[in-house]
């Protein structure tokens, strides 16, 4: 069976200092994974993708992700963040095969960026 | 750029009285899932159609939560009675498809409240 950790529950950055959010995951064969971010009382924006091909994916808002294939990771990232990006995280795990797109998403992970 | 629909966005009932979610996907999209989000936590799965039929509703409450996607296009997910612990944002997401690779793109919820 898929699953995916967030191992922290808060991340705590200073405006304009990197900011990098952990997932890792555990699934057979090789996997789909999505990062999401939700603010309060909202649904889920997606953010970015890994399907296949770079292991650098760019997505929405400045943010990226690195899938690394020998640590099963998927980390967000963003080189200087904003206090608009304080809000709750998610990755999502994808299986391959015949899912029917079915996701297992992280516990999520809080980001709060301090002036 | 088109949105899934969801409404009321919020809601407060006792336990015992019946509620029912609204959820209008992104025109096009043929899949169509609703997900249960605690607080604190990600979202779960709770059921998912292709078209107008279930592929997944493994997860679901049967004896008290049921859902429907008659013409493959709106769905209604309803909860009778409700109980204290269905407590919780009920989100409503739609993909073009339901291959492992389609992304799935979220409303923006509905917080239920049970007394």
């Known amino acids: 069976a898929q699953s995916v950790a967030q191992p922290e529950d808060q991340v705590n950055v200073a405006e304009g200092n990197p900011l990098t959010v952990k997932c890792t995951y555990s699934v057979s064969g090789n996997p789909y994974l999505f990062w999401y971010v939700q603010y309060p009382n909202r649904g889920l924006q997606f953010l970015l993708k890994y399907i296949t091909g770079d292991n650098l994916v760019k997505g929405s808002y400045g943010f990226e992700a690195e899938f690394n294939k020998s640590q099963t990771s998927f980390h967000l990232k963003k080189p200087s963040a904003l206090v608009s990006d304080s809000a709750l995280y998610f990755c999502?795990?994808?299986?391959?095969?015949?899912?029917?797109?079915?996701?297992?998403f992280g516990a999520g992970t809080q980001v709060v960026v301090t002036p | 750029e088109a949105e899934v629909a969801q409404s009321p966005r919020y809601k407060i009932t006792e336990k015992s009285q019946a509620v029912a979610f609204w959820c209008d996907p992104i025109s096009g999209h043929a899949t169509l899932y609703w997900y249960r989000q605690i607080l604190g936590q990600g979202p779960e799965l709770l059921v998912q159609f292709q078209d107008e039929s279930v592929v997944d509703d493994s997860q679901l409450p049967k004896d008290r939560f049921s859902a429907e996607r008659l013409k493959g296009v709106d769905s209604t997910l309803k909860i009778q009675p409700a109980e204290l612990g269905d407590s919780a944002m009920y989100l409503c997401?739609?993909?073009?498809?339901?291959?492992?690779?389609?992304?799935?793109?979220f409303g923006p919820g509905t917080r239920l409240t049970v007394l």
């Open positions: 999502a795990v994808s299986p391959p095969g015949d899912s029917w797109g079915k996701f297992q």
């Open positions: 997401a739609s993909s073009e498809g339901a291959r492992p690779t389609d992304t799935q793109y």
